[in-house]
């Protein structure tokens, strides 16, 4: 998917057994009843059977503003213990046209024209992108330690999937590998849980570090701030390394003056930019 992929699913997306809509949140089924499908209501409109897409008037969305539908229908699905059922084709201008498939364990996938549909039943394709082997791709150098946000492991059919979920905001994402939902997690933590980091401008303190300190102080500072133009995910990368920046300076600290009692207070000051918790 690019951010240029303008595309259209035609045909419907159901439940073996329709969703009472008093048992869904309204937000979800609003996030179901604009843009490029129309609800399928059953039981005199009391319940969501599925969604059918708008047709080739209202259909053609982009092709984020789809996933996020097929997401909202497997995480309905899931947490209401329904199976999927697709009878739909997609056409989209950069990836082709094909058949979209529901695997053995909820997800979508788009089967192009020359794919077997079995590979995706069995997820022996590369559709998701965790899977792709790359030792950049979801990467976490650093683990933060907070029990309210858990990844757990939830089975899927044959599968395994990882449920991300937070005390405070519910379900956050549920991805199909262990290693994407760590990252998921992190980038939870910084979009919802993580307060600005202090601002270290020409302070009284920042005048106080020996220059070794500042430097790096600075180099974290500056990778935070960076990490602020990007989306959670690519954020991650910039936080890690001003984590790094921060160990560094707080290394600088001790190996400067070990036993200066008004280290203590420097010390401080990178202790908390070096913190691990979502408060520092
Ligand atoms: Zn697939
Ligand atoms: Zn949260």
Redesign the pocket.
Same mark, same amino acid.
Request: with cysteine.
């Given at each position: 998917m690019s951010d240029e992929d303008e595309m259209i699913y035609r045909g419907r997306i159901t439940f073996d057994v329709p969703v009472p809509l008093s048992e869904i949140e309204p937000e979800t089924v609003e996030r179901l009843s604009y843009g490029p499908v129309i609800p399928l209501y059953t039981d005199l409109g009391r319940a969501l059977g599925g969604v059918r897409g708008a047709g080739d008037e209202n259909g053609w969305a982009h092709s984020g503003v789809w996933f996020d539908v097929l997401r909202t229908l497997e995480a309905i699905a899931r947490r209401h213990e329904r199976a999927l059922d697709a009878d739909a084709t997609f056409d989209s201008d950069e990836r082709g046209r094909g058949r979209l498939v529901v695997d053995a364990g909820g997800r979508f996938h788009d089967c192009q024209e020359d794919e077997q549909p079995e590979w995706h039943r069995t997820r022996a394709c590369r559709c998701f992108p965790a899977r792709i082997d790359s030792p950049t791709l979801f990467a976490v150098a650093d683990v933060t330690e907070d029990e309210? =946000?858990t990844v757990r492991p939830m089975p899927a059919g044959p599968f395994t999937d990882y449920a991300v979920v937070?005390?405070? /905001?519910?379900d956050?994402a549920c991805p199909t590998t262990e290693r994407e939902a760590v990252f998921r997690r992190e980038a /939870? =933590?910084i979009e919802? /849980?993580t307060a600005h980091p202090l601002p270290l401008g020409r302070t009284g303190a920042a005048q106080a570090l020996p220059p070794a300190v500042l430097g790096q102080l600075q180099a974290a500072a500056g990778e935070l701030r960076r990490g602020r133009s990007y989306a959670a995910p690519l954020a991650i990368r910039h936080r890690d390394a001003a984590r790094e920046h921060a160990r560094q300076a707080a290394a600088e600290l001790r190996r400067l003056s070990p036993s200066d009692p008004t280290d203590t207070l420097l010390h401080l000051v990178a202790e908390l930019l070096a913190d691990t918790s979502p408060h520092a």
């Open positions: 309210r =946000i937070c005390e405070d /905001h519910g956050v /939870h =933590i919802a /849980h």
